[in-house]
């Protein structure tokens, strides 16, 4: 069982086991140990404490709060920290978070008890000794997801166990236990009182495992998608059918089949696909025959997805993204658009999003009920995109002249007018790149620079 453990993991155990102190490895790297699958991180506990395990590894750094010590590893090419966290139990929940009282336990079993789920609650020795006191491996057996002892309390701890126990759920492909699940839906306000950074954390967890639509599903049935993205709810009930239409069902089932079938595994490109479609309520009106229509419906969406993304602190670059890719998912994908709509069209969306919003337009055809993942029009969209790759001028600074040699060949200082005869330069070249030559751009510099209103 301990072939897989790294040399350099099982030796830390041992200096701690051979100066007379219990180490245990805990957490969810034993869980997928047990289930034969990559351990991405190795938490240790042990009787030992934080002072102790410091005189060990002076490397270390301590977290006090929780009686963790780091200690920074180089696993391969990969820098990682191992967790060696002192027996502890923990009691006076007050805020669903933070222990009122924590005090050092004396034995593995008392630090299992505050664990989450059982699945998470197994300690494996040094010896391949397993200490499953709440019947962890059976539940792995039968796929389950069931919370330590009672749920209520275990949710009480720390809220965003509810959310937890869907992500692992979705990841491991398991089912949660009637009671746990129960407890999850009586519970589920229980949320609010967690901060938007650890909810935004696990919720792209959810849309990072192999079943984002699953977890979806699964927070909307327990009652925890309400407490985070409402606004996905509005869709329930709108329908988008008309004469002639791919789309079917109403608007909250499209976003949800348009995640299931979107084949990017990014999970920021996933949540805008989630949400390319939310402005949909908002917009809905009818047209001169009494016909649904969403008119816009691209722009609301982007200025709603904004503001989820603000209310659960994304990353500027992240949220600039998945408003990006929402605002301009309705892109026209006719054959017979130039090539420098083209280049427009990437400049607008950005190079690093080209992919992944054509990765949300397949979502979106195959989630509004289409059997082809791609239209013949959007392979060609996507090929003469791959063309555009090539090294092209997307941006000025791509040309073969710049704001020096405007200089040098005008004779003039730095100003407005350089930017405008730029612009100038670029808005030709981007039409007819065969035009973009140091000769051909300098005989322009001089015809512009005599050219009155240019600059002044």
Request: glycine share 6%; net charge neutral.
């Amino acid at each position: 069982m301990t072939k897989n453990i790294p040399a350099l993991i099982l030796e830390i155990c041992k200096k701690i086991q051979n100066l007379g102190y219990e180490i245990y490895f805990v957490g969810g790297g034993v869980r997928d140990i047990l289930l034969e699958k990559p351990v991405k991180d190795w938490d240790l506990a042990t009787n030992a404490t934080p002072e102790e395990i410091l005189k060990i590894f002076p490397d270390g750094f301590y977290d006090n709060k929780f009686g963790t010590v780091g200690i920074p590893v180089e696993i391969g090419k990969e820098k990682q920290v191992v967790e060696i966290t002192t027996y502890r139990t923990e009691r006076d929940y007050k805020d669903s978070r933070h222990p009122g009282t924590i005090e050092w336990g004396k034995t593995i079993k008392e630090d299992l008890a505050r664990r989450d789920f059982t699945i998470n609650a197994i300690a494996l020795s040094l010896a391949i000794s397993l200490v499953d006191p709440y019947g962890g491996q059976k539940d792995i057996k039968d796929k389950l997801i069931k919370a330590v002892g009672n749920p209520k309390e275990r949710f009480k701890e720390d809220a965003l166990r509810l959310m937890r126990a869907v992500r692992l759920a979705s990841q491991l492909e398991f089912k949660i236990e009637e009671k746990t699940w129960q407890e999850i839906k009586n519970d589920a306000v229980l949320i609010k009182n967690i901060s938007a950074e650890r909810v935004r954390d696990e919720l792209l967890k959810i849309l990072a495992t192999k079943n984002p639509f699953d977890g979806i599903t699964l927070l909307k049935d327990c009652g925890l998608l309400e407490q985070i993205i409402p606004e996905l709810l509005d869709g329930i009930d709108v329908s988008q059918e008309r004469p002639g239409r791919h789309h079917t069902g109403d608007v909250f089932t499209h976003n949800m089949n348009a995640l299931k079938f979107c084949p990017s595994d990014d999970p920021i490109v996933r949540f805008a696909t989630l949400l390319h479609d939310i402005g949909k309520p908002k917009s809905k009106s009818s047209d001169e025959q009494g016909l649904v229509i969403f008119h816009n419906h691209e722009v609301i969406s982007a200025r709603m997805a904004e503001k989820i993304c603000d209310r659960l602190k994304l990353s500027r670059r992240d949220n600039e993204k998945v408003v990006d890719l929402i605002r301009w998912h309705m892109f026209t994908v006719d054959e017979h658009i130039t090539d420098a709509a083209v280049r427009r069209f990437i400049r607008r969306v950005g190079v690093n999003n080209v992919r992944d919003i054509v990765d949300l337009r397949i979502g979106d055809r195959l989630g509004s009920g289409t059997q082809t993942a791609e239209s013949w029009r959007l392979k060609l969209f996507k090929k003469r995109v791959d063309d555009q790759f090539k090294p092209k001028p997307f941006s000025i600074e791509d040309m073969a002249i710049n704001g020096n040699d405007i200089m040098k060949e005008l004779n003039i200082k730095p100003g407005k007018k350089v930017g405008e005869i730029l612009q100038k330069l670029f808005e030709e070249v981007d039409e007819d790149l065969s035009k973009n030559t140091r000769e051909h751009l300098l005989e322009k510099v001089k015809e512009l620079g005599s050219t009155p209103g240019v600059g002044s």
